[in-house]
């Protein structure tokens, strides 16, 4: 079964970081690009970060950037982001996605069931 | 960055029926590079519609994806009771991706 899996959310301090990983399962993973899109608590789907295929790219949200990083780790079929100076407003659920078309951009096809991150 | 307005808001609608959703863009969206998805109350999206009009894998025909340019439209033909949800459509031609802010479909 194809499938992502995201951890590493919880509740932090404003100012704080955390780091969320996705683990991905059930197909190539070192062949898709990779996201992160967030949903604030009632609200809709915002578009974080994105890495491509070999980790040789990557791009950020104004929001995003200068405070975040988005890695990932192929041996380990694995995505990362790093978030530092969090703020308030980088609470929600944070979902990682894949691209339907490996090794080029495409709609994202395949959803993990999200982490949530609380900066309060 | 690409600006997706989606209309009308909320679409208040019975069983059977059918529904229309609006997706307008800010400027061209290339290539069709467009996706609709669907969104249940705890739950991830998932994926509807590709580049404007082509179904995904295991979704039923009747949900159908049109246009080009900048306006673009999804179509549920006879709406089934678990078609009620919310609906995003996501223009990834370019950087920022960008997401409408939704249309809610809920039973009359």
């Known amino acids: 079964e194809v499938q992502l899996v995201e951890s590493g959310g919880g509740l932090v301090q404003p100012g704080g970081s955390l780091r969320l990983s996705c683990a991905g399962s059930?197909?190539?993973?070192?062949?898709?690009?990779m996201h992160w899109v967030r949903q604030g608590p009632e609200k809709g789907l915002v578009w974080v970060s994105r890495?491509?295929?070999?980790?040789?790219?990557?791009n950020y949200a104004a929001s995003a950037k200068g405070r975040f990083t988005i890695s990932r780790d192929n041996a380990k079929n694995t995505m990362y982001l790093q978030m530092n100076s969090l703020r308030v407003d980088d609470t929600g659920v944070y979902f990682c996605t894949r691209d339907r078309a490996p090794a080029t951009y495409d709609a994202p096809d395949i959803w993990g069931r999200g982490t949530t991150v609380t900066v309060s | 960055e690409i600006v997706l307005t989606q209309s009308p808001g909320t679409l208040s609608l019975s069983p059977g029926e059918g529904a229309t959703l609006s997706c307008r863009a800010s400027q061209s969206v290339s290539s069709g590079n467009l996706a609709w998805y669907q969104q249940k109350p705890g739950q991830a999206p998932r994926l509807l519609v590709y580049?404007?009009?082509s179904r995904a894998p295991g979704i039923p025909d009747r949900f159908s994806g049109s246009g080009s340019g900048r306006d673009f439209t999804l179509t549920i033909s006879r709406l089934e009771p678990e078609d009620f949800a919310v609906y995003y459509c996501h223009q990834y031609d370019s950087s920022p991706r960008t997401f409408g802010q939704g249309t809610k479909v809920e039973i009359k």
């Open positions: 059930g197909f190539t993973f070192s062949s898709h690009w």
């Open positions: 890495i491509n295929h070999d980790g040789s790219s990557t």
């Open positions: 580049r404007a009009s």
